[in-house]
């Protein structure tokens, strides 16, 4: 999409879409961070150009083999966007994207969280502003995930039937179970 005007540039920017720039007359369009050496009239002067990705559209509706089970839990990836379910009887769903792991004290400092409305369309959540019930259903829900992956490669490569893996769990049982 091809954005024409800085006010489109800043709300494509806090959407969390990917900007690109380039000279007018020119297809070689470099991506537009922190590193872009481009001033701040250069958005209004006319000889650069803007575009930006779309945000995908989710198919609704969202299908999953799941119980709800659990408050919350991962359903699929799609398009580069991680798809969580929040809730059991009202369930909301949400779509993370993760530019990288975040640290402990922020677990979503490098995630942008988007709401899928009912027409699939994603809507930037404000992290600042999402309640906190949201917050911890997604993270647990992520973490989960990521055991999920992190056991299953362990059990591929074989590692739960070594023998190193059997003693250690033969001598690290709870005292009444010897």
Known sequence: MILNSADQIFEALLNGQSVYWCECGSDDWSPLN????INFVDFYTGF???KADEL???PMPIEFNSTHRYFSEYIKTFEGLEIYRVGKTRAS???LRVKSSGTISDYFCNTQIYSIQSNGSLKKMDKSLTPQWILDGLENARVAMRKN??????EST?????????NFKRNNRPAGVR
């Open 34 to 37: 922190d590193r872009t050496q």
């Open 48 to 50: 650069l150009q803007f």
């Open 56 to 58: 995908p559209v989710v």
């Open 93 to 95: 769903y949400f779509a």
């Open 149 to 154: 992956k992190r056991h299953q490669v362990l």
């Open 158 to 166: 074989g590692f739960f039937a070594s023998e190193d893996y059997k």
